[in-house]
């Protein structure tokens, strides 16, 4: 079945519109200490498995729970945490090994998973529960559970580890939670099933997408000044700003890594939404394929990558000329992305067809290559593909002579 699965994703990639040509693998030669894997979460299989990032093979098919969905990654330890929401807990890997370690239990149906800046907690939104999870990520134990909304969906930490904002999906709130003296310290009213989470660099302000009513809300996040702080000197306090329609069903949100546009896919509507994160204004909204469902943003800012659901392809949208640039055809209902450190690789996920599709970026050295992406290989993993996250890091000592 695997080999029929894969022959009927690589056939239209060969044949599709000539965006693609397989070339010969070059690969860059990095140090003997370099580690770079992608974790994916396959929620049928109750599985991870781990891809070589230097070599794009596969090199682990970890056990975790049951039905794993979100994953993140320590970013100052070794460390990926799977959270399986079947059995209600959370798998602790060690990726200088690739094994599972230790497994925290959590509560009922928890789907995702955020990290502190330190490195030091882990934030779970246990959805069956109504309350978040506090992992003490170096003792491996909760460290506080805390009474949100209904139907938590995603607690997202701010860049500077004060606030936590979690999105309660049944009563159309989201809750603020103080990190310093571990208690939710407001709850505020936004729009229809609030979903996805983003917070500016500065810690300022979120944005919560409502796939209900067709809106992102912005949020001001309280701020107490400090001492020489040029720009933001004023109190400020959790509040709702405004409301921003956007199209129909945003599912989830992108940050430009500069913090100055917000990108929401509709997916019912078919389009992305630009937003001004500091005017708090739609600047405009494009038609972009069948159901968008993810994006991901190049560091420089440049380029948006964003997986059409419905459609199977990636379009790839150039923000400074501010149009799509390619469609580039991949497997069956693409979904969650991400990008190698060195922002050369496209990493896809296809939830339908099962399998990871590594697509290179480049820059053409001959007259006839049509486009600066090419297809690098198709990589089988398990049922049901959900998540994934890419850890770099030097590792401490060679392991059986990798």
């Not at 809300?217 to 040029?230: F, G, Q, S, T, W």
Request: aromatic share 6%; net charge positive; glycine share 8%.
């Amino acid at each position: 079945m695997r080999k029929f699965l894969l022959i009927a994703v690589l056939v239209p990639l060969v044949l599709a519109a000539g965006w693609y040509y397989f070339h010969q693998r070059t690969l860059p030669a990095y140090g003997p200490l370099y580690r770079e894997y992608a974790y994916i979460t396959n929620g049928k299989s109750n599985t991870v498995t781990v891809i070589d990032l230097r070599s794009f093979r596969p090199v682990r098919t970890l056990q975790v729970g049951t039905e794993p969905t979100g994953v993140a990654a320590n970013p100052k330890r070794n460390e990926v945490y799977v959270v399986n929401t079947g059995s209600s807990n959370v798998s602790v890997i060690d990726a200088e090994q690739n094994k599972v370690v230790a497994t925290i239990g959590v509560y009922g149906r928890p789907y995702l998973i955020d990290v502190s800046p330190d490195g030091r907690r882990g934030y779970v939104a246990n959805s069956g529960s109504g309350n978040v999870s506090v992992l003490d990520l170096e003792r491996r134990t909760i460290a506080a559970t805390l009474r949100v909304g209904g139907n938590p969906g995603l607690a997202r930490v701010s860049p500077d580890g004060s606030t936590v904002v979690v999105t309660n999906r049944a009563d159309n709130t989201v809750s603020i939670i103080d990190t310093a003296r571990m208690a939710v310290r407001s709850a505020i009213n936004v729009c229809i099933h609030p979903e996805d989470i983003a917070i500016l660099p500065d810690s300022s302000k979120a944005f919560i997408s409502c796939s209900g009513s067709g809106q992102v809300a912005a949020i001001a996040l309280k701020h107490e000044p400090r001492k020489n702080e040029p720009q933001r000197n004023e109190t400020q306090n959790d509040k709702l700003l405004t409301l921003l329609d956007v199209g129909k069903s945003p599912v989830s949100l992108a940050l430009k890594p500069d913090g100055g546009e917000l990108i929401a896919f509709n997916f019912d509507a078919g389009s992305i939404s630009i937003i001004e994160t500091a005017a708090n204004e739609v600047s405009g909204s494009y038609l972009i394929g069948s159901q968008p469902t993810r994006g991901v943003v190049s560091l420089d800012n440049s380029r948006l990558y964003i997986s059409n659901f419905g459609s199977n392809d990636i379009a790839v949208y150039d923000i400074d000329q501010g149009k799509i640039i390619a469609y580039l055809p991949v497997g069956t209902h693409p979904d969650a992305l991400a990008l190698s450190q060195s922002q050369n690789y496209l990493l896809v996920l296809d939830s339908g067809s099962g399998d990871l599709v590594v697509i290179q970026k480049r820059q053409p050295k001959k007259k006839f290559e049509p486009s600066e992406y090419s297809l690098l290989t198709i990589i089988p993993v398990g049922m049901q593909p959900n998540q994934i996250v890419v850890k770099s890091f030097r590792a401490t000592k060679l392991l059986d002579g990798r």
